[in-house]
Nanobody, 123 residues
Framework: VQLQAFGGGLVQAGGSLRLSCAASGLTFSTYDMGWFRQAPGKEREFVSFISWSGRRTYYTESVEGRFTISRDNAKNTVSLQMSSLKPEDTAVYYC?????????????????WGQGTLVTVSS
């Protein structure tokens, strides 16, 4: 199983970025997917979730209304559109796959992880 996240970069506050995660080696359409992030010196935290069908989505409160998660099961990809970025959004962003449909915000419930992509938001 391989998850490859890409799309990170340097952006000014108020700008936008689109992260994507390409999955291979698993039946992507049967996995719930999540995005997490980890800022320097902090623990990994939940950002967003999308169910296997795409019908359910969740966001952490701090990104609600600014980030949008989506998936394309035909292309085995999940994306995170990030707008109105703030310096506090600076982190390494990871995509993750959950086989057991726990709907959890806990990283412990996700079996597979991508390598992460760095997002830096300058003020």
């Amino acid at each position: 199983v391989q998850l490859q996240a890409f799309g990170g970069g340097l952006v000014q506050a108020g700008g936008s970025l689109r992260l994507s995660c390409a999955a291979s080696g698993l039946t992507f359409s049967t996995y719930d997917m999540g995005w997490f992030r980890q800022a320097p010196g902090k623990e990994r935290e939940f950002v967003s979730f999308i169910s296997w069908s795409g019908r359910r989505t969740y966001y952490t409160e701090s990104v609600e209304g600014r980030f949008t998660i989506s998936r394309d099961n035909a292309k085995n990809t999940v994306s995170l559109q990030m707008s109105s970025l703030k310096p506090e959004d600076t982190a390494v962003y990871y995509c993750a796959a959950d086989r057991d449909h726990s709907g959890s915000h806990s990283p412990d419930e996700y079996e597979y992880w991508g390598q992460g992509t760095l997002v830096t938001v300058s003020s």
